[in-house]
């Protein structure tokens, strides 16, 4: 009985292949893109663990000094000596071609078996003692390897791919030689196995506190929002695909419901029939779901390597850009594929289990029934309110991310009635039988296409708002650079005494030389770079304030308070008139905030004679030189010829610019990516949607040709009418965009970067993505008007036979 | 039984054999013009052979025939919503295989009218809606006749209804006030009463062929029922494809 049940109930994908195509696409298209964004986070969150285990550094607890201060080697050494085993580390900021990376340099001697040098010594041949000795070793991956391969002022690089990107690892003593801050600790390293009745600390070392292990926390709350961000997408590329699941699995049972009856009459249990109904389900999200996970892995594949440049670039993560394998990943791919498949099948599930044995074959309802779309345009409404009541009650990303679910949500549920509600007025307007059929024709079709148009409203608003979003950035983000990078061509010496060479060389031929001088602090969780400036007139008229106080470069020059960047002034709550502590025992009255795109750490700006009071020793190697543009080239070739300096020792401006604007591109390419990649599951909803409904659109149309329409006519009004509803879905969109920009630019940026944009609009973009709307509608509909034109009569004609 | 086309008369001008009960001869300007038509669907067996009619203006013949005997295949060739393989079709003057698809479709629009078993009225207007469509369509709606057919159809309560709202009868009643409002010079209907109850056949029938009669209009009607058969003009009769 079961097999001659299968064989009945399966063959209807016989005589609808399309249709079974569709299903199985629409579940590999939810799959996918939901599958690559997993993968995608998945292997940066596996990157910065695999950097800190590689470390070592992050799973240890930490000691260092209550006040902020460096420790001194005589604080270790009572300590070792009381029989703590701890390990000494010296941190510092490197420049290397123009960009800040970190030098951790840890007593090797103490914690000999750092995974990242033993594993590296022994790829590369190396003796351990040599990390010891003088000049001692660096490790570093390979990019940076070979930037710092230049540098005759460094000890040898072995090149490892355990090391994390933009990160050194070395031993403290070589360390203390390149950052030149010889004697000094920045923390301790608090080993496993300590010995038993080791003396309290509180004893010994009252000064100092002890810090459980950091593991990859900070990394993984910074990254936390971009992650965030790209599951929603995933989330929505999923809800849309699971859109063409639930139109297709209703229609196939819709069509089926004849044979179910059928098969009831003669005998069938409804259990037995719900049991092969389930099992058809899960082998084809099965079957699905593995197509979603190989392109998902494609997707992946082709967007990690932007990711983990976004990830470096934004939050100086530790992520690289290829993607493995992973059996959770496929597990849960497949999990995904299983759930959404019978979550976007439940109610033709639960519809059918109810179905009395003798129900007529259901005919599919074509007028959108009144009280219907109102309930769903009360309930879309209703989500709205709940996601602006989140918002209204709680704080952060979360509540941000809450309000932006509801509004899209919402929007997506109140658009079908919304449709309704132009279409009402367009037959009001509608002049002539034709043009009044239309509309009217438009209206019936609206129960069947409503969840592509859904996917599609999606789709657009999440490009109009992530595009504002990016074009606003980049707008802000031009005229922040110029701003910001005012010098004409900046210069980076070798060391301290060549930095004082080049200024004094520079002087008598520049406009003005302005020393570019910071020092790194680690205050709290996050580090901060405290700059030290001269009085320029370039720093009073271009520098980005957005809060000021007045008088605010008198106050801050003449050494009374200080700037701080945005990201700082948001996380801490710091404005204008309110007191900041740039280290122990330094505290200053913020004059002013500026913007700060980019940058993942908190930045203070004081007058150079302040920095230098608490700071002696901050390096003198960068400066901004400013001169006429057009000998600038001529002095940078003087210049490094004078001084023997590296290509990347000078960068003009416009170079620095340029670079500048490819990183931020580059930023946005995986975004704009899964932009596309959306409008297209879109524009795939609406074809499989249009052509799941076409068995039921010739009924309507076959009379019209029959009053004297050509076919060839009816297929262009066909296709008139999708590219109209998706033009009135953009139209809809627009709005709902907008909304989704300002959340993005004013609630998710702030929360995830800490930084507040400008909202621009851009309604040239609009209109090009309008354009685009339609042309993946009439796209999606050339399918079915093709095949409408080309239809013999006599299919149209069964519609009128009498001999059923 | 039925007259057949002359195939040396023009079809303006031929005459044709009236046989129908009382065997009397009329010359009149023949309307329609079947002459030895054949169709086969691609790949089944011939549907009409060598088949011939014909109609004079304001006449009404009926086809009647066993099921699948393609007497609706031959009211589908008269309304050229197809095609056929052999033979010759002349309405109104006019020789279909003359007829691209754009001149197929001006002819349904503007001469023919056609009434279904199953109604097939447009779901998403309204019965006043569907009432004027073809005329309108046609460039020729005439509201005062519209109205008038509404009033003798008996729809005149129910013209802002949707046609789901309706029952058979009426649905029945509303697609012959469509067809007749464009005042068509030929009427083709197929099983008109077929889906409905004896009484309400009865009194669509009885409609059909007062307004038909009052334009002036000729019909063809495929019908299984002899009865209905006997109420019309003249009786033709399909048996395999071929008239007998």
Sequence with gaps: MIRAATLAFWSHWRRHPVQLLTLVLGIALATGLWSAVQAINAEARASYARAAAQLGADKFDRLSRSDGKPMSVAEYLTLRRAGWQVAAVLQGTLRVDGASVTL?????????????????????????????????????????????????????????????????????????????????????????????????????????????????????????????????????????????????????????????????????????????????????????????????????????????????????????GSVSLRPIWLVSGLGMAVAGTLLASAQTLWRLSRLPILAAPGKHRWSARPRAMRNQLLIGLAIVATGIVTFAVADGLIAGFALMAGCLLGAALALPPALAGLLVLGKQMARGPLAEWIVADMRTQLPGLSLALMALLLALAANIGVGTMVASFRLTFDGWLDQRLTSTYYVTARDDAQGTELANWLAPRSDAVLPIRSAEITTGTYPLFVYGIVDHDSYRRH??????????????????AALINEQMARRDGLWPGSTVSLAPGWEMVVAGVYSDYGNPTGQAIVALDRLLAHFPDVPNTRFGVHLPADRAEQQAEALRAAFDLPPGAVIMQQGLKAQSRAIFEKTFLVTGALNVLTLGVAGFAILTSLLTLWSQRLPQLAPVWALGLTRSGLAWLELLRAVTLAAMTALLAVPLGLVLAWLLLSVINVAAFGWQLPMYLFPFDWVKLFALALLTAAIAAALPMLRLRRLPPAQLLKVFANEN | MVAIGDPGLDSAACHAMFASGSNRKKRRTMLLTVDHVSKTYPGGRPVLRDASISLAQGESLSLTGESGSGKSTLLHLVAALDGFDAGEITFDGTSYATLDDSGRAALRRDRVALVFQQFNLIPSLTVAQNLAFHARLAGRHDPAWTTEITGRLGLSGVLGHYPEQLSGGQQQRVAIGRAMSVRPKLLLADEPTGNLDEVAASAVLDLMLELVRLSGTALLLVTHSQSIASRLDRQAHLSGGRVA
């Excluded at chain 1, 914690?111 to 570093?140: C, H, K, N, V, Y």
């Excluded at chain 1, 520098?543 to 009374?560: E, N």
Aim: charged share 15%.
């Design chain 1, 104 to 320: 951790t340099g840890i007593d090797l001697v103490a914690a000999p078996d750092l995974p990242a040098i033993a594993e590296a010594s022994a790829d590369s041949r190396i003796a351990p003692l040599d990390a010891l000795t003088a000049p001692g070793l660096l490790f570093a991956n390979a990019d940076l390897a070979r930037a710092l391969g230049d540098r005759p002022d460094l000890p040898p690089v072995i090149e490892t791919a355990l090391v994390p990107p933009r990160r050194i690892l070395t031993d403290i003593g070589t360390a203390e030689a390149v950052l030149n801050s010889t004697g000094q600790i920045s923390y301790l390293l608090v080993l496993p196995d300590q010995p038993m009745g080791r003396p309290p600390l509180t004893e010994i070392a009252p000064d100092l506190t002890q810090e459980a292990a950091r593991g990859t926390q900070d990394i993984t709350r910074l990254t936390d929002s971009f992650h965030l961000n790209l599951t929603a997408f995933g989330l929505l590329s999923f809800v849309v695909g699971l859109f063409i699941v639930h139109g297709t699995v209703g229609l196939s049972f819709e069509q089926r419901r004849p044979l179910i009856r059928t098969l009831r009459a003669l005998g069938l249990p409804m259990r037995l029939l719900m049991r092969l109904i389930l099992t058809e389900l899960l082998l084809l999200a099965l079957l699905g779901g593995v197509i979603g996970l190989a392109l998902g892995y494609l997707v992946a594949a082709a967007l990690l390597p932007d990711v983990a440049a976004t990830l470096r670039g934004l939050y100086g993560a530790p992520a690289e």
């Design chain 1, 543 to 560: 520098w980005p304030l957005i809060a000021a106080d007045a008088d605010v470069w008198d106050r801050v020059m003449t050494g009374q």
